[in-house]
């Protein structure tokens, strides 16, 4: 019998298998209450559109200029919960100079949020249910993502790619030519953050990282579940 950390690792892809397959089985009490509180503030598909064109122009922002010092978590679910968070901001002339995102360059266009909208933003929940500002690389596809596919051809811009290695998770930003995603720094001048196209990644030679539904090392594509 598996035990300690082989365990961990069964019984966490266990629970992705199961949200992966919970779009077509039918939902325990707890599942279908927690999919309507996931499901109460959503953008619309325009708005969506619009969240993902800022996602991807800043997480394009953190690879061309290195990263922004109000980026303080430099791990790969940092560069999500900044990219996420900033998305769902309000890019005045304030936040593209904050961001140093030139203003004459063609930029997405805003998304206009509610009240309840804009409250999306720094929440993220938590494994045990418990909201904040912090959310591990797990909790942020086992709780505030919904699975897409194990294959690549149905992720759609500022989609996650999910990595279990069993000691560590590791996501992926889906850019639509190419995926982006941190990893650690090589030099003192090294910002830890990578761009591969998807024909580079699918033939990784560790094959532990190629984003194919044989890989039992990928969880697969999700969705932030906010979005239409």
Known sequence: MASGPAMTMMRRRAALRWLACAGAAAASPAWALR?????????????SRAFQAWMLRIVTAQIERGPSPRWTHRDCAGLVRFAVNEALAVHD??????????????????????ASQAALRNRWVQ???????????????????RF???EISQALPGDLLFFDQGDEQHLMVWMGARIAYHTGTVTPDDNGLRTVDIKQLTTWK??????????????GVFRLSFLS
């Open 35 to 47: 999919q309507g509180e996931e499901a109460t503030t959503r953008l619309s598909q325009a708005q």
């Open 93 to 114: 002339a304030r936040w593209l100079r904050a961001n140093g995102i030139a203003s004459d360059r063609r930029l997405p266009p805003e998304l206009e949020l509610d």
């Open 127 to 145: 494994t045990g249910g418990t909201v904040g500002h912090f959310v591990t690389a797990l909790a942020l596809v086992q709780h505030n993502s």
């Open 148 to 150: 897409v596919a194990r």
């Open 206 to 219: 560790d094959t532990r990282w190629q984003p194919a539904s044989n890989n039992p090392n990928f969880a």
